[in-house]
């Protein structure tokens, strides 16, 4: 179905290729995972795939990709659309119509389906997405995760062979991913439909892979059965973590196949008790921000409901809840910057005074105490290139102060090697959101807001982001990472707080709350389960030097 011919990519202001005498093929009905570090060019290999590289990006293809017996050298985007269908990392980018109804028939008008049959289509893919409810919504107000959904269901009602995805689950919570998952699934397995599928949060589709294409970041290419690959891959799952921990053979890709293999692990843990994942915070910590009452509408519709919240000085408190419970209405309050109909927030001052209400601050006034990364960090970027971000943001931050680091310095901790030159609006996903970072970060607030701070994020820029976070709480700062990512939370988390319906339905600790719940339990946990291991870095200081356990 897919096949790539000695294909190199060279990109004009490039000094090496993106891509590199890559030989690949892709038979019909598989599904093909698609790894890597960030920037290493899984969206260059994807985009090849319906012709945008290099017809729309620009640079140059050597070799040939053929897709459906077409070679894309020779078919544009637009005359390979009723083959490929393509889902960006970024649903709004390819939104052109106004309500999720419209979206949702587009790409079918273009290609001149019959009304009758569009009808049809369209109920069908507003069922399988669970788009029912918001037909007639317009696209502007839905969540972050709404909006993947429907960008997904806008490819599909087109009934393409190929479906080439770009971290489809990126924005949503864990159920909604799994429906997302279970529908791509379908198509390969009862329609047959190829699937090249890109997704750093690896833990949630490697048991649904036939085949495992790996960039190591050299321009190569790795392809091979999922469990082959992951053994010697530079990125994995926690569930193989895990195995390669326990020396497993062959490595288990699901939770129920790990579960049989880890019996013997199990009992060799039954004595042990995990070390915590983080330090205990202060015994007595200072209150950094105190929400009453907060309430957020909009058009009367509420979206957060008399919510009362404390953040605390060397805290770290993961919010989570499922899209569209009112998670970023709720840090867009407390920020100051959103809408809030009723209620009170107050934060202590720098200089000991008066505690400040951010919504009453000027801009740089507010932005010292409370720092908020929204979830679509272009939001945030406005200048021409990274090195004018880098320095304005230095300048509007003061890095002379007392806990301030430039902002260059804390980009290359999240993603090393971006070019000072480079257009923001040429980074990938997770390079934008990593310069975003940089930029909030550099002001050093007190307290600070992360809104799916981790979507398109790797596990090693995760593990970054996580070292910066410690070192903020460390300083007696108070973090809030709004997030569906549970193995991060179960990694950075000191405290969790799950919303639903604008409400806050559980606050506590995170061991508590997430392992009461398979929804928001991490792998690891679910594997060992019920023992109170929540990583694998818990297991591995647990087991002997060898790290060994007997194969299944």
């Known amino acids: 179905m897919i096949h ?86 970024d649903p709004l980018d390819g939104f052109v119509t106004d309500t999720v109804e419209e979206e949702l028939a587009y790409a079918m008008e273009q290609l001149a389906v019959p009304p009758a049959t569009m009808r049809k289509r369209v109920e069908e893919t507003l069922d399988l997405l669970g788009l029912a409810d918001l037909r007639h919504r317009a696209l502007h107000e839905l969540s972050g995760g709404q909006q993947q959904r429907v960008a997904i269901g806008s490819v599909l009602t087109a009934h393409p062979r190929v479906l080439v995805l770009d971290e489809p689950t990126s924005a949503l919570d864990p159920t909604a991913a799994e429906e997302v998952l279970a529908a791509v699934t379908r198509l390969v397995h009862d329609l047959g439909v190829t699937v090249l599928l890109a997704e750093h949060r690896l833990e949630r589709v490697v048991q649904y892979a036939d085949r495992v294409i790996h960039l190591p970041g050299d321009g190569r290419v790795v392809s091979g ?10 990125i994995a799952p926690p569930i193989v973590e895990l195995g390669r921990t326990a020396g497993w053979s062959p490595l288990q890709l699901s939770i129920r196949d790990a579960r049989r293999a880890a019996a013997p692990l199990r009992a060799r843990l039954a004595d042990t008790t995990p070390v915590p994942v983080r330090p205990a915070p202060a015994a007595d910590p200072v209150t950094l921000l105190k929400a009453r009452g907060v309430t957020v509408t909009y058009q009367g519709v509420p979206a957060v409901r008399q919510v009362g919240l404390d953040l605390r000085g060397g805290e770290i408190t993961a919010l989570m809840g499922r899209n569209g419970s009112g998670k970023s209405s709720l840090l867009w309050a407390l920020q100051g910057s959103g809408p809030r109909k009723a209620g009170s927030v107050a934060v202590p001052t720098a200089d000991g005074g008066k505690d400040a209400d951010p919504q009453k601050l000027s801009a740089a006034e507010a932005r010292r105490l409370v720092g908020l990364v929204p979830q679509t960090p272009t939001d945030l970027l406005y200048l021409e290139s990274v090195k004018q971000e880098l320095d304005q943001a230095d300048s509007e931050s003061g890095v002379s102060g007392p806990g301030r680091v430039r902002a260059r310095a804390l980009l290359d901790r999240l993603t090393p090697g971006i070019p000072d030159g480079t257009h923001p609006r040429d980074l990938s996903e997770g390079q934008k959101l990593a310069l975003v970072l940089a930029i909030q970060l550099s002001a050093a607030p007190r307290v600070l807001l992360l809104d799916e701070p981790t979507r398109g994020l790797d596990y090693q820029a995760k593990n970054e982001l996580i070292r910066i976070v410690d070192d903020l709480a460390a300083e007696g700062r108070a973090v809030v990472i709004s997030t569906h990512d549970v193995e991060f939370v179960a990694r950075a988390a000191d405290r969790v707080v799950v919303m639903a319906e604008g409400d806050i339905v559980a606050d506590g600790p995170t061991t508590e709350v997430i392992v009461a719940s398979p929804v928001f339990a991490p792998q690891t946990a679910k594997i060992l389960s019920p023992l109170p291991y929540l990583t694998v870095a818990q297991v591995a200081s647990a087991l002997p030097d060898d790290g060994t356990d007997p194969a299944p």
């Open 4 to 89: 790539f011919d000695q294909v190199t990519v060279q990109y004009d202001d490039a000094a090496e290729p993106v891509l590199r005498e890559v030989d690949l093929t892709v038979e019909e009905g598989e599904l093909c995972l698609v790894v890597g570090h960030t920037g290493v060019g899984k969206s260059t290999l994807l985009g090849a795939v319906n012709g945008l590289v290099p017809h729309f990006t620009g640079g140059t293809l050597y070799g040939r990709v053929t897709v459906d017996g077409r070679d894309t050298a020779a078919h544009p985007p637009r005359e390979l659309a009723d083959v490929v269908g393509v889902v960006g990392q």
């Open 225 to 234: 059965p999922p469990a082959e690959v992951f053994r010697t891959s530079s």
